[in-house]
């Protein structure tokens, strides 16, 4: 079974696979298996056979030589496949070079074992078919306003919440002794043992919860068991790229369960939907609708120990809540990763950790190991001139409507229809092909079932499809892509921008104004069309190539265009805010709420123009009258501060505000994490903002102030992005 047949809902006789975990160190492979929800796991073992392509130098190493191998058929430079059937040869596999242009070695080597036997996690099942467990903890802090960090002795855990099937259960300390927590701890791991989830749930889990619980568990030699086999959790640091940022992790693994953070999967949701207004919690709960502001418990951080001792009923209601909005995040954002575990031999863990580009390549191994082919070396990128990017006006405009080129480029690549260059297999084409043929299919069946959970499954069925699809032409100008191919990608993209500029010319000429043009469509003001688009898309879409499809996507009363890619929306008097510029979550809080109202008042939402609101707050600046928070940046950290802080001693690197605060922060923070903080006065008026810059629990309206005057300049600032728009500049 290849990554490109659709393995989603074949059945097995096996029943469901819902974890594997592969001991290295005895040869074995360990599974884990459901037939139905309900039912108890079946646990199986049975040898592990790891395999790499290798070169032909490396058949000459003294060790590997001794391995069994075969000869590939190709023109690849990877041209042998050598085997480790026993554990002394998965040693002798384990200690190859990663060097890629000498070795292809699959890790983790779950993934060799899944692909070798074309095994699909949790396929032909969807969330149904799996025990999913929440897991939230509360904890102590010794410091007043301080924040919990489990290397103080006194930092203990207060309570360990899980749910399943939306029943809570809360494991809670008994007296505040280390005997105690010791207890808590043990009961915990006995509790997850018996609950036997094959996934465990959690909000910033890897990174507070489970690195928490790692460290509670270190202090008091209480063993962390928490895997299927027998086997105990494992951790080490790693990273998580998230488009252009990095994200420093605790990993936790634990053997023949899933590990799910819902903080970094809304993090990737984001990376499409540009909709989040923040990744924390209690705002995400808000977003997609799971609590009110008026039905949940909040209690502040700084509250939670003594809600604990003195308001147990309270604590317990906020756990629970947190609880239940972790598993309604998790139902939302869990089924794209299930689909796509049934298209690739990668455990649902990796799926979530990996970027697109090695889902991609995925498809390429599988194809080329099933069929005996030799590997080619990694392809070095060339840069190539990219996409159109056009915001062709600057305004508000009425009656608007939204044209889509349906997945552009994997619709051009098919068109153009060649293969990357070092593909001499022949992968590419032929499994985009079946790739879209299946996601149009459960596209179908998504809108043509009766059954919500069968819709909500085969719409997940479909969108990971066109992930996958979509994510092709990336992987080819990606630079050590092995079937990477930046003249196939250049092409592409010269066809594309060639469309959209035909496009552009072809809606101009229908008394269309295009307001704005790039790869996700085209935005028109059409008052002679707007009831009418169908017909507008027809007149306009006739001569494009054979399999690229212009299609209307939407109607809108009005839209603000700023500049490229930064544009908003009334769609029947609800505003959607498109692009950073506009509503970049690094703003402070009282900025974007002025850029909010402008917006709201250019589109006729609100009859009062932000001056009024402007005035005011300068007001309240020099009383000292805006609370702290609304001041406050937020900036993820783009590199660890421990790495910062030694280039600024060693290289003499330029020094960043939120580093410098990270600095200061117990316990600091790691790369990829949030800091919030304001800008106090200077020493001198000319003192740089990173001298200047509080983490905001350093903050004393005595002691350590906001300075007004920066916050004025911070207005002017904006007055001079957005002047334009307001009444007195026309």
């Not at 990554?3 to 074949?10: M, V």
């Not at 042998?80 to 040693?91: C, I, K, N, S, T």
């Not at 608007?400 to 297999?425: M, T």
Request: hydrophobic share 35%; net charge negative; charged share 30%.
């Amino acid at each position: 079974m290849s990554a490109s047949e659709d393995s989603s809902l074949r059945e097995d006789p096996a029943g469901i696979l819902v974890g594997i975990w592969v001991d290295a160190a005895k040869g074995t492979v360990q599974t884990a298996w459901r037939n139905r929800r309900e039912d108890p796991v079946e646990l199986r073992e049975e040898p592990f056979h790891g395999f790499a392509w290798v070169d032909q130098s490396l058949c000459e190493d003294p060790e590997v030589g001794t391995l069994p191998r075969k000869a590939l058929a190709g023109e690849g430079t990877l041209s042998h496949l050598v085997e480790g059937v026993d554990p002394g040869g998965a040693q002798v596999l384990q200690k190859l070079p990663r060097n890629p242009a000498k070795v292809e070695s699959i890790r983790p080597l779950e993934h060799q074992h899944l692909l070798r036997h074309g095994l699909r996690m949790i396929a032909p099942g969807f969330l149904e078919n799996i025990v999913r467990c929440q897991i939230d903890i509360e904890t102590a802090c010794e410091e007043a306003e301080g924040f919990s960090n489990p290397n103080r002795k006194g930092d203990r855990i207060l309570a360990i919440g899980l749910r399943v099937d939306g029943k809570a259960e809360i494991l809670e300390l008994e007296e505040e002794t280390d005997a105690s927590e010791r207890e808590l701890l043990k009961k915990f791991g006995e509790r997850l043992l018996e609950l036997d989830p094959d996934v465990i749930e959690g909000h910033n889990f890897f990174n507070f919860d489970l690195n928490y619980l790692r460290r509670r568990c270190r202090r008091y030699r209480v063993p962390m068991t928490w895997g299927r086999f027998g086997a105990e959790a494992e951790f080490r640091n790693s990273r998580v790229r998230i488009a252009e940022r990095w994200f420093d992790l605790s990993r936790c693994d634990l053997p023949g369960r899933t590990v799910f953070d819902t903080l970094i999967a809304a993090q990737f949701y984001d990376l499409t939907q540009r909709s989040l207004p923040s990744f924390g919690l209690k705002d995400l709960a808000l977003h997609f609708g799971l609590s009110r502001d008026d039905d949940r418990t909040y209690l502040p951080g700084a509250e939670i120990a003594d809600c604990f001792r003195n308001d147990r009923e309270s604590f317990r209601a906020y756990l629970e809540d947190d609880l239940r909005e972790t598993e309604g995040i998790a139902t939302i954002l869990l089924p794209t990763y299930i689909a796509q575990a049934a298209i690739f031999p990668m455990t649902l863990q990796e799926i979530l950790l990996r970027g697109t580009g090695s889902r991609v390549e995925m498809v390429f191994l599988e194809e080329y190991f099933r069929a005996d082919r030799a590997l080619p070396e990694p392809q070095a990128a060339r840069r190539f001139e990219g996409a159109v990017s056009r915001s062709l006006e600057t305004g508000v405009f009425k009656n608007v409507l939204h044209f889509d080129v349906a997945s552009l480029y994997p619709s051009l690549l098919l068109h153009i229809d060649r293969n990357p260059k070092n593909d001499d297999l022949g992968v590419l084409i032929p499994a985009l092909k079946r790739l879209r043929a299946e996601r149009l299919d459960y596209k179908r069946r998504s809108t043509a079932e009766e059954d919500p959970a069968l819709r909500r499954e085969y719409a997940a069925r479909q969108n990971s499809f066109k992930i996958l699809i979509n994510s092709f032409y990336g992987y080819l100008g990606f630079g050590g892509a092995r079937f990477g191919d930046s003249d196939l990608a250049a092409e592409v993209t010269r066809q594309g921008r060639e469309i959209l500029e035909q496009l552009i010319v072809n809606f101009q000429s229908k008394e269309c104004r295009v307001l704005e043009a790039d790869t996700d469509g085209i935005y028109v003001e059409a008052a002679d069309w707007f009831e009418r688009p169908e017909r507008l898309l027809a007149a306009v879409n006739g001569d494009l190539p054979d399999g690229v499809d212009l299609e209307f996507d939407g109607a809108y009363e009005a839209m603000l265009c700023y500049k490229a890619k930064n544009y908003a929306l009334l769609d029947g008097g609800r505003v959607i805010v498109k692009g950073s510029a506009l509503r970049s979550r690094g703003t402070e809080p009282f900025l974007r709420d002025l850029t909010y109202h402008l917006i709201d008042w250019l589109m006729g939402v609100r009859e009062d123009s932000p001056e009024e609101a402007i005035s005011e707050l300068r007001t309240r600046l020099e009383e000292h009258s805006v609370p702290v928070k609304e001041l406050a940046k937020s900036e993820y950290l783009s590199q660890s501060p421990a790495a910062y802080e030694k280039a600024v001693a060693d290289k003499g690197k330029s020094r960043r505000a939120s580093l410098e605060v990270a600095l200061r922060m117990d316990p600091v923070p790691k790369m990829g994490e949030r800091v919030r903080f304001y800008v106090g006065p200077g020493e001198k008026k000319s003192s740089p903002e990173w001298q200047r810059a509080r983490s905001l629990d350093e903050y004393d309206p005595l002691t350590a102030p906001y300075d007004p005057g920066y916050y004025q300049a911070r207005i002017q600032n904006w007055l001079k992005r957005y002047g334009e728009f307001l009444p007195e500049n026309g």
